[in-house]
Structure formats: structure tokens, C-alpha cells
């Protein structure tokens, strides 16, 4: 319910369905493998399917809606290991480490936090899906799905899970960096592209 949300009922005795948090457009999933596997749980049809159900009513989510989670290492205390279910459904995972000594003391005088408040809009809502929609229309050769299929291939004979979907993430963030490097088409690169260094 706390995620979710939950059906309410007001003066006249008439439901009213209260949102959750999950119904914003940017939800983060701070520390996810230590939230219960019922939590969890709420969050993978929410992100397969776009939707959520609460008293057997289904409700839309958000139109752009993006998930980030945190996770702490697996050895710790009152964690649990995500089922791949539910790490298949995150196209891109991402291992920090610690910052540098430098950053680390930055952080400790609080001042990435002062910096929140001057960040400013960048893009708006109808911008974004303008973007995904431009995105997707990259063109994709066979040659390149074909390495995706080859890859996929490759490391499920590892013994190693591995869903259709992640390739299918692969081909949509080799799209969007395409849109990124301003080219309509998908290329193989042997070295990173000027905007993400």
C-alpha cells in the first residue's frame, strides 16, 4: 500500500483511489535488496507492464516513467540477493565504488547536497518523448541485431541468465546513443563517443 497506494473512502462512503509514490514519473529505489521480496514484488509489474493493480483495479502509470534503484552489496547484513526476474527489468546497471578523496571530501562538507537547489529544468515531459520516439526510429541493421543475437547466445552457453529483453534494451540504448552522436543509424564503435567523456 505504502508503494502502490490504497482505496480510500470519503465523507459519502464513495472510493476514492489514493496514488503512491510509484505513480510518479522518477521513482528511486533506494537500498531495493533490502525492502521484503513482497515489496519487491510490487515493483515488477510496475515496470514490465506500466501499470499496477489495487483491489483489482488496474491503473495506468506515468508516461514517460523511469526506475533507479540502489542496491548494497549482498554480504551485508539484512540483504537479500534480487531475483534475476526482477534485475532483468533494469536496462543498465551501474557499479559506483567509492569517490575519490577529493569528491569524498566535498560530500562530507555536504555540498553536492547545496547544489540541488540550483539545478534547473532540462527537459519537459513532451521533450522526452519526443526523444524515445525519435530514438526509436534509429535504423538497426540486420548485422547489428545479429551480433546482439550472437552475444545473448554467447553468454547464455556461460550458464548465465540473460533475457530477450536485455537484448532488446541493448538495440534501444545503441538507438538513443545513435540520436545522441546525431546519426539515423546504428554503428559499432570501438571507442567512446565525445559526449561521454
Do not use: W
Not at 547484513?77 to 571530501?105: C, N, W
Amino acid at each position: 500500500m505504502d508503494i502502490l497506494g490504497r482505496v480510500d473512502f470519503l465523507a459519502d462512503r464513495t472510493p476514492k483511489f489514493i496514488e503512491g509514490p510509484i505513480f510518479s514519473s522518477i521513482v528511486i529505489l533506494d537500498e531495493l535488496n533490502r525492502a521484503p521480496a513482497r515489496t519487491q514484488s510490487a515493483f515488477l509489474q510496475a515496470m514490465e507492464e506500466k501499470e499496477v493493480s489495487v483491489e483489482g483495479q488496474t491503473y495506468q502509470l506515468p508516461n514517460p516513467q523511469m526506475f533507479i534503484a540502489t542496491q548494497n552489496p549482498s554480504d551485508h547484513v539484512g540483504t537479500v540477493l534480487l531475483p534475476e526476474a526482477e534485475l532483468d527489468r533494469f536496462t543498465i546497471s551501474l557499479h559506483m565504488g567509492y569517490p575519490d578523496q577529493i569528491s569524498e571530501k566535498s560530500i562530507l562538507l555536504g555540498a553536492p547536497q547545496k547544489n540541488f537547489s540550483n539545478l534547473g529544468k532540462v527537459l519537459n515531459r513532451e521533450r522526452l518523448l519526443e526523444l524515445q520516439n525519435a530514438s526509436a526510429n534509429v535504423k538497426v541493421s540486420d548485422l547489428f541485431l545479429d551480433l546482439v543475437a550472437r552475444f545473448l547466445a554467447h553468454v547464455r552457453n556461460q550458464d548465465i541468465f540473460i533475457s530477450p529483453r536485455a537484448g532488446r534494451d541493448m538495440v534501444r540504448v545503441s538507438q538513443s546513443m545513435a540520436l545522441l552522436g546525431a546519426r539515423d543509424h546504428v554503428t559499432l564503435m570501438t571507442s567512446k563517443p565525445a559526449y561521454c567523456q
